[in-house]
Structures are given as structure tokens and as C-alpha cells.
């Protein structure tokens, strides 16, 4: 059974704009977006807590990438401006049901299927 539904992605010139989102299923604390390009490690991209009172950001994508939620986070969007080649990854929306926790992998407990962004140059 799918518990995130992702939509969203697809190929991009460098400095264009795609828009991610999901829609979790679940009741959930966390959700966050994370990416992985070929032979490199799953990376943290930005996370939004319940309430949507707070978000966080990876070093790379900060002024760059937005993420955004109602209070509920029955939907969570990842706006992503100024995108660059090395912006192309894998990315998956994840949930995270404990109520602790923060934007380590092991805290999110959920996956998306994953949706595929390919910037160009």
C-alpha cells in the first residue's frame, strides 16, 4: 500500500524551476525530501515539521529550494528555483511518525517511490 504519493519532476534547463510534492497518508511529524544521484549516497534536502512551524535545509539547496505545507502536512510541495546539473538526482519524499526525531534518514521511517529531476546545462 502506498503511503507517500509523490508527483512532480522531470528535465529542466539549468536555472529553471520544477515544483515536487507528496501527499502522505499517513499521520506524520516530519516530512522531508531527500535525493540520490548515481553512485552517491542518499542526501537531506529540506524538512518540514507538523504545524509547519519549522523547516530545515541541506547546505546546497539553501535559497535555492522551498518547502511548504499545511498545519496537517496532508501536503508537502518542494519548490526548487536557480536549479543546476548537479541538482539531478533521485528524489523521495519521506515521512517520519515518531515524534522525535529530526532530518537524519534514521528518523524517517516512510519512503515515496521516488521521482527523477534532470537538469541540463
Known amino acids: 500500500q502506498v503511503q507517500l504519493v509523490e508527483s512532480g519532476g522531470g528535465s529542466v534547463q539549468a536555472g529553471g524551476s520544477l515544483r515536487l510534492s507528496c501527499a502522505p497518508r499517513i499521520f506524520t511529524y516530519r516530512v522531508g525530501w531527500f535525493r540520490q544521484a548515481p553512485g552517491k549516497e542518499r542526501e537531506f534536502v529540506a524538512v518540514?515539521?507538523?504545524?509547519?512551524?519549522?523547516?530545515a535545509y541541506g547546505d546546497s539547496v539553501k535559497g535555492r529550494f522551498t518547502i511548504s505545507g499545511d498545519n496537517s502536512l496532508n501536503m508537502v510541495c518542494l519548490q526548487m528555483n536557480g536549479l543546476k546539473p548537479e541538482d539531478t538526482a533521485v528524489y523521495y519524499c519521506?515521512?517520519?511518525?515518531?515524534?522525535?526525531?529530526?532530518?537524519?534518514?534514521?528518523?524517517?521511517?516512510?519512503w515515496g517511490q521516488g521521482t527523477q529531476v534532470t537538469v541540463s546545462s
Open positions: 518540514i515539521s507538523r504545524t509547519a512551524s519549522r523547516t
Open positions: 519521506a515521512a517520519g511518525t515518531a515524534i522525535r526525531g529530526g532530518y537524519n534518514i534514521k528518523d524517517f521511517n516512510y
